[in-house]
């Protein structure tokens, strides 16, 4: 019986992707791990405090400094004992943080291809070879050159029990430094495999960018389409941040199947897998509850708040102010007053009303599915996740590019043959139907303005002629009509 190509792949693929299907455990597997990121070690216990967040650290005590201080020269025997006791206790006295940023350095050096690298000192010369030891973290910012001996230290004291501190630092040191040799040796698989692909001729095109890629570069939707990994992260990043959709759709053309959760948790890095959750948890949310979603007028963070209250209290720790449910003035306004009170306010009232009124002329909504869409670059088509679009300008469903200006004309400058719509506009350009608004508010400023410096012009409380009266009111009038001018 003989197979073709597509049948063995169809088959393999079928295989790949169903989890139901048996799979024989075997001993060894079952037995310890294969990666060492699992291993346990010699009775030895993982440590999940993190030791490099400097912010976290404590000062630690002179015992415990001093083994970490002989651990780090026996570590780092071309170096003086003064500058490993500088960075050792600039760093707090703990060890791992130390020998990271030791290390760090030393590589730097390694890698800048100084002619030096291979000899200390130069018998001709009276060069010295060096590493710039630098640390920042925050607000904390430190540097020193540290100069090589001329001879490795040949004594460094040895200790058989360490104090519980100094260990806990050693394994976590250890467990950090298995992990970094295990991802350099997979970057460094990638890399041979993809030679060895390219070699052969066995790179596949990804269906997006169309440029050729190993398979373990490559990612597919539910339907087996292949795309690279880098198109992936891009889609994802402009559908969550931009349009908003909840549901990543494969980039194949017709093709309706999506991409599986555990596709998107290799590929995807951690922020844009975190707002792919949070749009299919608002969404989720918004169907159920649309009633008792509201979200902060001051930072937009989306909470549920039941019907009857009135107070809002954003949950987010960064923001935490009160507002009202109904007309998202902050509450400390609002305290013992109605919206209507509150809004009779002149200045209030205006700066809300402009405020609606500016927001209402750069959102459009979608003539499909009645969504909020703002423009923040781009053409003029804009498209909705719905799958409609629709012009930035006039606001009208289209399908293609016909609707908008075909004729050559300089960037910005009017069309002399049709009246179609540009296809291109600045969108930092205030557009049309923004300017009467901001004529109107003009006046009203100008006339808030004037009220207040008629206030400042009052006459003082010893004045009470009728001349002094008459001298106040003509230079009220004179202002008065400066500020209308």
Same mark, same amino acid.
């Given at each position: 019986?003989?197979?073709?190509?597509?049948?063995?792949?169809?088959?393999?693929?079928?295989?790949?992707?169903?989890?139901?299907?048996?799979?024989?455990?075997?001993?060894?597997?079952?037995?310890?791990?294969?990666?060492?990121?699992?291993?346990?070690?010699?009775?030895?216990? !993982?440590?999940?405090? /993190?030791?490099?967040?400097?912010?976290?650290?404590?000062?630690?005590?002179?015992?415990?400094?001093?083994?970490?201080?002989?651990?780090?020269?026996? /570590?780092?025997?071309?170096?003086?004992?003064?500058?490993? &006791? *500088?960075?050792?206790?600039?760093? #707090?006295?703990?060890?791992?943080?130390?020998?990271?940023?030791?290390?760090?350095?030393?590589?730097? *050096?390694?890698?800048?291809? /100084?002619?030096?690298?291979?000899?200390?000192? @130069?018998?001709?010369?009276?060069?010295?070879?060096?590493?710039?030891?630098?640390?920042?973290?925050?607000?904390? #910012?430190?540097?020193?050159?540290?100069?090589?001996?001329?001879?490795?230290?040949?004594?460094?004291?040895?200790?058989?029990?360490?104090?519980?501190?100094?260990?806990?630092?050693?394994?976590?040191?250890?467990?950090?430094?298995?992990?970094?040799?295990?991802?350099?040796?997979?970057?460094?698989?990638?890399?041979?495999?993809?030679?060895?692909?390219?070699?052969?001729?066995?790179?596949?095109?990804?269906?997006?960018?169309?440029?050729?890629?190993?398979?373990?570069?490559?990612?597919?939707?539910?339907?087996?389409?292949?795309?690279?990994?880098?198109?992936?992260?891009?889609?994802?990043?402009?559908?969550?941040?931009?349009?908003? &959709?909840?549901?990543?759709?494969?980039?194949?053309?017709?093709?309706?199947?999506?991409?599986?959760?555990?596709?998107? !948790?290799?590929?995807?890095?951690?922020?844009?897998?975190?707002?792919?959750?949070?749009?299919?948890?608002?969404? =989720?949310?918004?169907?159920?509850?649309?009633?008792?979603?509201?979200?902060? %007028?001051?930072?937009?963070?989306?909470?549920?708040? /039941?019907?009857?209250?009135?107070?809002?209290?954003?949950?987010?720790?960064?923001?935490?102010? !009160?507002?009202?449910?109904?007309?998202?003035?902050?509450?400390?306004?609002?305290?013992? &007053?109605?919206?209507?009170?509150?809004?009779?306010?002149?200045?209030?009232?205006?700066?809300?009303?402009?405020?609606?009124?500016?927001?209402?002329?750069?959102?459009?909504?979608?003539? #499909?599915?009645?969504?909020?869409?703002?423009?923040?670059?781009?053409?003029?088509?804009?498209?909705?996740?719905?799958?409609?679009?629709?012009?930035?300008?006039?606001?009208? %469903?289209?399908?293609?590019?016909?609707?908008?200006?075909?004729?050559?004309?300089?960037?910005?400058?009017?069309?002399?043959?049709?009246?179609?719509?540009?296809? *291109?506009?600045?969108?930092?350009?205030?557009?049309?139907?923004?300017?009467?608004?901001?004529? @109107?508010?003009?006046?009203?400023?100008?006339?808030?303005?004037?009220?207040?410096?008629?206030?400042?012009?009052?006459? %003082?409380?010893?004045?009470?002629?009728?001349?002094?009266?008459?001298?106040?009111?003509?230079?009220?009038?004179?202002?008065?009509?400066?500020?209308? =001018?």
């Amino acid at each position: 019986m003989h197979l073709c190509c597509c049948s063995v792949c169809s088959i393999c693929n079928l295989l790949l992707e169903n989890p139901e299907f048996p799979r024989r455990e075997t001993a060894a597997a079952t037995a310890a791990p294969t990666s060492i990121l699992l291993e346990s070690g010699d009775a030895q216990t !993982e440590v999940t405090e /993190d030791l490099f967040d400097y912010s976290k650290l404590s000062s630690m005590g002179p015992e415990v400094v001093m083994q970490a201080a002989d651990l780090l020269m026996a /570590d780092f025997r071309m170096l003086s004992c003064q500058d490993i &006791k *500088w960075a050792l206790n600039t760093l #707090k006295g703990h060890y791992a943080i130390t020998r990271k940023a030791l290390c760090e350095a030393l590589k730097k *050096w390694q890698e800048s291809g /100084d002619p030096l690298g291979k000899r200390r000192r @130069s018998r001709t010369s009276s060069e010295r070879c060096y590493i710039d030891f630098y640390f920042e973290h925050g607000s904390v #910012k430190v540097e020193r050159r540290m100069y090589f001996l001329e001879n490795d230290r040949r004594y460094c004291r040895t200790y058989s029990n360490l104090e519980a501190s100094v260990q806990k630092e050693l394994s976590f040191y250890q467990q950090k430094a298995k992990e970094w040799a295990e991802h350099e040796d997979f970057l460094l698989a990638l890399q041979v495999n993809e030679d060895e692909y390219k070699k052969d001729g066995q790179l596949i095109e990804c269906g997006c960018c169309y440029g050729e890629f190993a398979f373990e570069k490559m990612t597919q939707c539910s339907d087996g389409h292949l795309f690279c990994k880098e198109c992936l992260v891009k889609y994802a990043q402009e559908a969550v941040f931009g349009s908003g &959709k909840s549901e990543l759709s494969c980039m194949e053309g017709g093709c309706l199947c999506s991409y599986p959760v555990c596709e998107l !948790e290799k590929v995807l890095p951690e922020n844009i897998l975190c707002k792919y959750y949070e749009r299919q948890a608002e969404e =989720a949310v918004a169907a159920t509850c649309a009633d008792e979603l509201v979200r902060c %007028p001051f930072c937009n963070f989306p909470a549920l708040l /039941d019907k009857d209250m009135s107070l809002f209290s954003c949950p987010n720790p960064r923001c935490r102010k !009160e507002s009202c449910r109904k007309c998202h003035v902050q509450w400390k306004l609002h305290v013992g &007053k109605t919206c209507e009170q509150v809004l009779e306010r002149d200045e209030i009232r205006m700066r809300v009303l402009f405020e609606e009124r500016m927001t209402a002329a750069r959102v459009r909504k979608c003539v #499909k599915c009645a969504t909020g869409l703002v423009k923040s670059e781009g053409c003029n088509r804009m498209s909705c996740r719905c799958g409609s679009y629709m012009c930035y300008l006039c606001r009208e %469903p289209i399908t293609g590019y016909n609707h908008f200006c075909q004729h050559a004309r300089s960037p910005g400058a009017p069309c002399r043959h049709c009246r179609k719509c540009s296809l *291109w506009t600045d969108p930092t350009v205030t557009p049309n139907e923004l300017e009467p608004l901001q004529q @109107s508010w003009r006046p009203a400023a100008r006339q808030r303005n004037a009220r207040r410096v008629c206030k400042r012009l009052q006459p %003082p409380a010893f004045i009470y002629s009728e001349v002094a009266f008459v001298e106040v009111e003509e230079v009220k009038h004179k202002h008065r009509h400066s500020f209308y =001018a």
